[in-house]
């Protein structure tokens, strides 16, 4: 396995434990400036190009608003271009979302893969482009809407999740 592979899979994993652990730094570090997510598998929204800011900005009231995520990847297939600063890497993903609640069951769970573009930067590999593709969901997925309204009272009020979580 080439250092290039391991480096490539290392981002992606990133991605997964950035939001995972609320770390909007780390999270942030792993794209270029300029994006194109692709999550209309999921959402129904078309793909759209935005800067990484934009992107991070938009993920944290959801996620800031659950009560924990756990995000797997796996089986990561790795294509280099032949120049050496491109390339593309698909993954199996799991992601599960957890937020206790009245209106049903507290987790939703989602299946599928990431097909992701990165680019080879004077800083390592960076993500330019994310797809998501569902395969399968199961659960409350209700939470989803709940948490996104949650995080983003609680990130009016100054508060993350974690900080939220521990003032009890």
Not at 18 to 26: E, M
Not at 95 to 118: I, M, P, Q, R, T
Request: proline letters at 2%.
């Amino acid at each position: 396995m080439s250092v290039a592979h391991l480096e490539i899979t290392r981002r992606l994993y990133e991605y997964a434990l950035g939001i995972d652990t609320r770390d909007w730094g780390l999270y942030r570090s792993i794209f270029t400036d300029e994006v194109r997510m692709d999550f209309s598998s999921y959402s129904g929204a078309a793909a759209a190009t935005m800067t990484a800011d934009a992107w991070v900005a938009a993920c944290r009231p959801l996620f800031e608003g659950l009560d924990a995520t756990q995000h797997s990847m796996t089986n990561p297939v790795v294509d280099i271009d032949p120049g050496g600063d491109r390339a593309r890497c698909r993954m199996y993903m799991q992601a599960e979302h957890f937020l206790a609640n009245v209106a049903g069951d507290a987790g939703f769970v989602l299946g599928g893969c990431y097909d992701d573009a990165l680019v080879r930067t004077p800083a390592g590999w960076r993500i330019c482009a994310v797809t998501l593709t569902v395969f399968w969901n199961r659960g409350n997925r209700h939470i989803m809407a709940l948490a996104a309204e949650k995080g983003g009272r609680m990130l009016a009020d100054g508060l993350s999740g974690r900080a939220a979580a521990g003032a009890g």
